[in-house]
């Protein structure tokens, strides 16, 4: 699995591709103009969405064969990695070679639709500001680019990277003492744990950010007359909304991040770059926090999850018995 991810990676950053660019300055697209959209709601929504679903599929249509049989050939490896798993999670992490192999496969199919729709997104953006839209984003980020962004060390250097370096510790904190106890045992943390994790996490860290800060929200923000406000907060309600059957209540929380990297991602002149590098790295530090405090035993107590309690002054009144004297 982890070598399927270096063959995406080489192929994305291929003469054509683009280079990785400096961080929040996207590159001006050098490759032969695409061939015009039938319509802009194909540009912009009808073959980004097949995309997603069919990796490769706006790029055939779009005459760009080359990246077409990437995202397609990324798709189809990941697909046959779930499909030849003789074990496949239906909920929680899997602790097994084979079924950490099929959520990896799935996870591959899934960052390589997302990619694939960000590109065909992005592959009709020329075509559409010839007719007057999307002149908010006068600049594009291939796809190359965005791979690279999670190690991209120079975002260190900003304050927004920092905030949101904060957040991730104190929601890991968070997690870390309520999963721990004195007395219960926890399975062994293995390399292979360390290697679906940081896959996991590259692939939602950059394929995730791809679809929704890179594709959806720049077309809601256009969709709704650049209204950044609703905008933004449509494309970070559908995100947490999205995270709702894994997270739980905490998808609300995520929604919120969703959020804050709208208003980052607009702030940066559309790069997602910054974003990706904030999402590769929580998701590191979570798959991490999780998998090494997977409960296993505790040979003298039960395993009770402490709920969150928040207490409050008490306020009492005394009555007193029926027909005492005042």
């Known amino acids: 699995m982890r070598s399927a991810w270096i063959v995406v990676l080489a192929l994305a950053t291929i003469p054509g591709s683009g280079a990785a660019q ?6 001006q697209r050098d490759s032969v103009p695409a061939r015009p959209a039938r319509s802009a709601w194909s540009a912009q929504a009808g073959l980004p969405l097949l995309s997603v679903l069919l990796p490769g599929f706006g790029q055939f249509l779009q005459k760009a064969p080359g990246p077409g049989l990437v ?4 798709g189809v490896t990941g697909i046959t990695l779930f499909a030849s798993s003789p074990e496949v999670a239906l909920s929680g992490l899997p602790r097994s070679a084979a079924g950490q192999r099929a959520m990896m496969g799935a996870e591959l199919y899934t960052a390589a639709g997302f990619l694939s729709g960000y590109e065909s ?3 009709a953006l020329p075509g559409l500001r010839q007719r007057g839209m999307y002149a908010f984003m006068p600049r594009d980020e291939p796809v190359g680019s965005l791979m690279t962004a999670p190690f991209d060390v120079r975002f260190l250097g900003r304050w927004t990277t920092w905030l949101d370096l904060v957040h991730s510790a104190v929601m890991i904190g968070m997690f870390v003492a309520r999963e721990t106890s004195p007395g219960w045992q926890y399975r062994p943390y293995l390399a292979r744990d360390a290697v679906f994790g940081t896959s996991m996490s590259y692939g939602a860290g ?3 950010e791809a679809a929704f800060r890179g594709w959806i929200y720049p077309a809601l923000y256009h969709a709704m007359s650049e209204n950044f406000l609703v905008s933004n907060a449509t ?5 947490g909304a999205l995270h709702r059957e894994s997270a739980g209540a905490f998808a609300i929380e995520i929604g919120a991040w969703a959020f804050y990297e709208g208003w980052l991602t607009r702030r940066n002149g559309w790069s997602i770059r910054e974003s990706i590098f904030h999402h590769f790295w929580y998701d590191v530090a979570a798959f991490v926090a999780e998998l090494a405090t997977d409960f296993e035993s505790c040979p003298t107590c039960v395993r009770v999850r402490p709920p969150l309690v928040l207490t409050f002054p008490s306020i009492s009144f005394r009555i007193p018995p029926f027909g005492a004297s005042h």
Do not use: I, K, M, W
């Open 22 to 27: 400096g961080d929040s300055v996207p590159a």
């Open 71 to 74: 995202f397609t050939a990324a």
């Open 121 to 123: 997104f992005h592959r």
């Open 206 to 208: 950059v394929g995730e």
């Open 235 to 239: 494309q970070a309600v559908l995100f």
